[in-house]
Structures are given as structure tokens and as C-alpha cells.
């Protein structure tokens, strides 16, 4: 069975503390994805990644960083948390050989809630 | 300017009754695919349907289906027979031709009423 695991279903941390929400997925996929979810807001993108370190800025990159290593492993690394970032964060992969008969639609891991005190 | 639109915050529905969720689209391109992702509280997002730009006959899977009405830009989800199992947030999302990202509206919150 295909999946994308999230190191942490929840946090809380401090504000000024740095944070790493780690995601791993085992389909062999090139595409990586972090994704911010906000009631009313829905899904926001943060940053993607290609390839091995390979990553583009999503629509709210401001405040986050990440690190692909590794093929299969994307980190999304809060520098130095702020209230404004307690959210839930989702990581999902996809294969770019999206074409007819793929969709390239995402599969996404259970969810990192994050609250930041 | 928002390229997904959900107008429902929230809908409830009687059980086994039909219901419709909206989704309208904004896009330029002639080639894209549009999503429908189902999220039940545990938090996981759950991958509904597909329809691409060029398909010619709605998406449907089980009970699911996909109004795709293309001049109005809207990829309505149809979700027959309603079941309490269907209580989640729904969401549309959009992948542009070229794009490997999905861009997500902002979710419509379903409950079932027994």
C-alpha cells in the first residue's frame, strides 16, 4: 500500500523555537509537496520539490525552508516559529508522468498539527 | 485572484439523499485536470475523482460523480445516496497544464444528518 508518512500527528512548541516536520514517502515519486491548511483558507502551497535538492517557493514561502536530501524524504524546517504558524501542514508526492491515462493527482500524509505557543 | 472557488462553507444533508457540492475554476489554459479530495476528521485527504479538460463524459466513480460543465467553468462533485460516512470537508483543486501542483479551494464542510 502506497504511503506518505508525517514524523509528528501533533506539536506544540514556543515561539523562536525552530521546528522540523519531516515527511517520507515510499512510491518512488519525484515530486514532493508541503501544503499549509487554515480554516476558511483551504490548502496553500507552500514550497515543491522536483527533484533531489531541487525546491521552488509556493504561494507562502516566507517564514519556511525545506531540505530534500533524499529522494523519498522532504523537511519542512520553521526557522524560528510564530504564533502565526500554528496550523495543521500536510505533505503529499506525485509522479510527474501525468499524461492520459495518469492523473498525477497527490497523495497526501495524515497531517502535522502544529501549535505554537 | 482565486483560481478555485468553493461558495459552501457548509452543507447539511439528510442521509441518502443526493447532494452537491460546487466548485467554480479560473484558468486560461485549454489543457488541466480538476480534483475532488475528501478529508474526514482524522485529518488524511482521500482522493475522490478526476476529470481532464478534454474528457468528453463526466467523471464517475461509485458514487461519486463529476459535473463538468466547461463554458460555465464549474466541476460540481454529485455524491449519491448520501451515507453518514460521507461527513468530511471536500475539497476542489485545480492542476494547470504544465503545473505539477495542485491549487485547492477553500473547502466545503459536509454533514450527513441521520
Known amino acids: 500500500d502506497v504511503k506518505v508518512t508525517q514524523s509528528s500527528r501533533y506539536l506544540v512548541k514556543r515561539t523562536g523555537e525552530k521546528v522540523f516536520l519531516e515527511c517520507v514517502q515510499d512510491m518512488d515519486h519525484e515530486n514532493m509537496f508541503w501544503y499549509r491548511q487554515d480554516p476558511g483558507l483551504g490548502l496553500r502551497l507552500i514550497y515543491f520539490?522536483?527533484?533531489?535538492?531541487?525546491?521552488e517557493k509556493g504561494d507562502i514561502p516566507e517564514g519556511y525552508s525545506v531540505s530534500r536530501e533524499k529522494k523519498e524524504r522532504f523537511s519542512l524546517i520553521l526557522e524560528s516559529a510564530s504564533t502565526n504558524q500554528t496550523s495543521m501542514y500536510l505533505c503529499a508526492s506525485s509522479s510527474p508522468r501525468a499524461g492520459a491515462f495518469v492523473t498525477g493527482e497527490l497523495f497526501f500524509g495524515e497531517g502535522s498539527r502544529l501549535t505554537v505557543l | 485572484a482565486q483560481k478555485i472557488t468553493q461558495t459552501q462553507p457548509g452543507m447539511f444533508v439528510q442521509e441518502k439523499e443526493a447532494v452537491t457540492l460546487d466548485c467554480t475554476y479560473d484558468t486560461s489554459d485549454q489543457s488541466y485536470g480538476l480534483f475532488w479530495y475528501k478529508q474526514p476528521s482524522s485529518g488524511e485527504m482521500i482522493f475522490l475523482i478526476y476529470q481532464g479538460s478534454y474528457d468528453e463524459q463526466n467523471a464517475t466513480e461509485g458514487r461519486y460523480s463529476l459535473n463538468f460543465q466547461k463554458a460555465r467553468k464549474s466541476a460540481n462533485l454529485v455524491i449519491s445516496a448520501s451515507q453518514l460516512g460521507d461527513s468530511a470537508m471536500y475539497f476542489c483543486?485545480?492542476?494547470?497544464?504544465?503545473?505539477?501542483?495542485?491549487?485547492f479551494g477553500q473547502g466545503t464542510r459536509l454533514t450527513i444528518n441521520p
Open positions: 483543486a485545480m492542476r494547470e497544464r504544465g503545473a505539477q501542483k495542485l491549487v
Open positions: 520539490s522536483y527533484d533531489v535538492k531541487m525546491k
